[in-house]
């Protein structure tokens, strides 16, 4: 039989100094090796939002197939020739390593940098796709050629996009090319500019267009130039000179002439008054009468000293008057709007289309000049006056950024509770389970300075860029290329950014908690979804909404990603409880919302007002957000899909005979709170495989009982939490492993000779087992899940 822990005897096998095997080991060899315990696994230091790292999960391990080395420290190395479990895998202790799997493929995980360092050549060949990700910056530096070849070439740019090319630029484009600018566009070159266009080429130019030549301007064309303006036209030059063989000028008023211009045509017809000091040529008319008059004559005849024919007449020469078009107001009206030379109506985007389709500014009522994400409009969003704009709102529900579930009050339903007082949490330090576990948690308020490593003091920074270090291996640019990511540039005063800096410092630290609890958190990583905040072109930010936060860096957005590359709203809360405890914070606040119509998590951590020295106090303040309202003060409240059966008075529920003499024993004596006997019978069955002196307990509301969310187990009887005792001692799991993996294997083994799959989950002070319908017909032997406490089946 097995013995606990505090009840182990000495055995031959069993270093005397404790250390090789743990007590409570019957065996000397390795339990792993014997295909026990807990398969040896990397930690997983990062993941990716859509890109699955799968782990492996290989057979259990058959002895003497697998051999394990491992060292004092946690050191271990392992080859396994297990049948559909073939694996090597050198790990260190604090979990990275590399594992070459079954399958033929390989991981490796780096906790911290990972470098390597070529000779000569490098060659990598991959057979299908790849995806590279870099959370902070990169630089590639390449001393000769740089050539990509490929299909198509798709650049994202985030941010500013900067090119410094030495030499010459040349692109050769075999199809068409097309670019849009939403702002102001500027060339500037210093030598001979020539474009070739073969084809036509248009400018439509909404505003003004001007062309300054400092030099001669030429201008040909091989057919007709039009040129019209709805307004004026206006020439001027020192000399001007127009060339026709056919000229037609016409206006319906204006001036020609100047006092030193010559005419010469061949005819002129005149609807008003001629005036001029002296004619040259023949004249009709009235002045043929004066030529023939010895004074003055008039046309009346009845001026003084009239006398009709006393004079000789002239010769006139009488030439024809050729046609002449009438410019009359009627005719100059066709010409300029009716003929082929009309004035030509310009009007271009009328409405502005092409322009808010480029520039989004007035879309979006000035809170962005590019088309929104989800993400973005997230972010947006958390900001009371975003909200309430009509015209924002309106117009992401137009294009589908968010759904009418953006705002819905209430959610479908609710899961775990946990209050603000302070949750005693089971410290982990060495990366191992301990024997004793130390009970650690912060004060709900503290005044506090905190000592960053002098080398990450923004303050001593003569410049704060995107390759700032914050923290061992995370940079300034991890926090700005977020889910609504900018740059720095629109930060100038140094003082600002090195405030920025300070904070988002401290945040760092946060994030380093995670990294260094693989034990919790080891499937799970940290994804900054929303951080350093850049208001619109036109957007007043509300003071101290959380936007107005994240502007300063007091508030950092984060979102918890799985090992299948999406978002896990169970880590998420149990990350949220455990940083309740464990970091310094203002006010921790997990939020959820339907803005995608999905439900989505995330986690924000408010900073107070931190000096330069790093002192501040810390409020230590816990909320619950659905869709940016609150929800519930004080207290964290886990937000669920869907509704789950909380009916205790199930048809085919019989409450379960509890043998006095059995070996499961329950704290709440209601015979209704009894799990159905099927559990009962399993427990029973499990913890006679330990051997006398050991029972299972199901704790107060373990059994059968209602909840107000979050599982479909316990309402229906069909699951049970329990611990186990010896000899009436409680046996807790972290210091008990060995017996707790007996007894589960006990209980898989048994479910599945019955061709049920149950459920295991695994915490630090009980285990639960159930045996509900819906978690049948799924893959693997069992259902599991952890936290506090390691389980393998």
């Not at 410049?463 to 991890?478: F, N, R």
């Not at 061709?755 to 639960?768: A, K, L």
Request: net charge neutral.
């Amino acid at each position: 039989m097995k013995l606990p822990s505090n009840k182990s005897s000495q055995g031959s096998h069993e270093d005397a100094s404790g250390v090789f095997p743990s007590a409570g080991s019957e065996h000397s060899i390795n339990i792993n090796a014997r295909g026990g315990g807990e398969q040896n696994r990397l930690a997983i230091s990062t993941s990716a939002e859509d890109l699955p790292i799968e782990v492996s999960r290989p057979n259990p391990s058959e002895y003497p197939l697998n051999q394990i080395s491992k060292s004092k420290s946690g050191h271990i190395i392992e080859v396994n020739d297990t049948p559909d479990g073939e694996r090597i895998m050198i790990r260190h202790n604090n979990g990275g390593g590399i594992e070459l799997r079954d399958d033929g493929s390989i991981f490796v995980s780096a906790m911290e940098q990972k470098v390597e360092l070529i000779g000569a050549e490098h060659h990598i060949v991959v057979e299908n796709d790849g995806t590279m990700i870099y959370k902070g910056n990169l630089d590639l530096k390449v001393s000769g050629d740089f050539n990509v070849d490929c299909l198509n070439y798709n650049v994202n740019v985030r941010g500013n996009k900067t090119e410094t090319i030495k030499g010459s630029d040349r692109s050769k484009i075999g199809g068409t090319k097309g670019t849009m600018v939403g702002e102001s566009m500027s060339t500037t070159v210093t030598e001979q500019v020539t474009d070739t266009f073969l084809g036509g080429h248009s400018h439509n130019i909404k505003g003004t267009h001007s062309m300054n030549i400092d030099g001669a301007a030429n201008y040909f064309a091989k057919n007709n130039m039009h040129i019209s303006s709805q307004a004026e036209l206006n020439i001027s030059a020192d000399k001007s000179r127009i060339w026709s063989n056919n000229l037609v000028m016409m206006g319906g008023s204006g001036i020609i002439g100047g006092t030193s211009m010559l005419y010469n045509g061949k005819a002129a017809k005149f609807t008003d008054a001629v005036e001029a000091p002296t004619f040259h040529g023949d004249l009709n008319g009235t002045a043929k009468i004066a030529a023939t008059s010895l004074h003055q004559s008039y046309a009346d005849g009845t001026g003084p000293g009239y006398s009709a024919n006393t004079g000789t007449e002239g010769s006139i020469t009488n030439t024809a008057m050729p046609t002449i078009a009438e410019a009359s107001a009627s005719n100059i009206s066709n010409y300029l709007s009716k003929s082929v030379y009309a004035i030509r109506k310009v009007n271009i985007d009328v409405g502005d289309f092409i322009k808010r389709f480029v520039n989004r500014a007035t879309d979006y009522s000035g809170r962005s000049k590019t088309k929104m994400t989800p993400g973005e409009a997230r972010s947006k969003l958390r900001d009371p006056a975003n909200r309430s704009n009509n015209q924002l709102v309106g117009q992401l529900l137009k294009e589908g950024v968010i759904t009418d579930k953006w705002n819905i009050p209430s959610p479908i339903a609710m899961g775990r509770i946990v209050k603000s007082d302070p949750t005693p949490q089971v410290s982990l330090g060495g990366g191992s389970s301990p024997t004793n576990p130390a009970i650690v948690y912060i004060p709900a308020q503290s005044e506090v300075k905190i000592y960053p490593d002098e080398k990450y003091n923004p303050y001593r920074q003569s410049d704060i860029t995107t390759k700032t270090l914050l923290a061992p291996g995370i940079s300034m640019a991890k926090f700005l290329g977020s889910e609504d990511s900018t740059n720095l540039n629109f930060l100038r005063d140094l003082s600002v950014k090195q405030e920025l800096a300070k904070y988002l410092g401290i945040h760092a630290l946060n994030m380093k908690n995670i990294l260094s609890n693989q034990n919790k958190f080891k499937n799970v990583s940290l994804k900054i979804s929303e951080s350093v905040y850049r208001p619109g072109p036109s957007e007043t930010i509300t003071d101290e909404s959380i936007n107005d936060l994240k502007l300063k860096g007091r508030a950092v957005v984060f979102d918890v990603i799985g090992n299948t590359g999406k978002s896990n709203l169970n880590s998420l809360f149990e990350l949220a409880v455990w940083w309740k405890d464990v970091i310094y914070y203002e006010k921790l606040i997990l939020s959820y919302d339907t803005i995608e119509g999905s439900l989505q998590g995330r986690i924000i951590v408010v900073l107070p007002e931190i000096d330069k020295n790093y002192r501040g106090t810390f409020n230590r303040d816990i909320e619950t957000h659905y869709n940016n309202t609150v929800f519930s003060k004080g207290e964290f409240i886990e937000i669920l899909t869907k509704k789950v059966e909380t009916n205790l008075s199930s048809p085919d529920y019989k409450i379960p005979y509890v043998n006095p003499n059995g070996r499961v024993k329950f704290l709440n004596p209601d015979p209704n709170a009894l799990p159905r006997q099927i559990i009962i019978n399993a427990l029973d069955a499990a913890v006679a495989t330990l051997g006398q002196g050991y029972l299972a307990t199901v704790t107060f509301n373990g059994g059968r009982s209602r909840r107000d969310a979050g599982t479909q187990n316990h309402p229906l009887g069909y699951a049970a939490d329990f611990y186990l005792s010896y000899n009436g001692e409680r046996l807790y799991t972290n210091s008990n492993k060995e017996i707790y993996d007996d007894l589960i294997k006990a209980l898989v083994k048994n479910a599945n000779t019955k061709n049920v799959r149950p459920g295991i989950g695994g915490y630090s002070s009980f285990i639960h087992y159930d045996e509900s319908p819906w978690r049948q017909n799924k893959p693997g032997k069992a259902g599991t899940w952890n936290s506090g406490f390691r389980i393998l089946v």
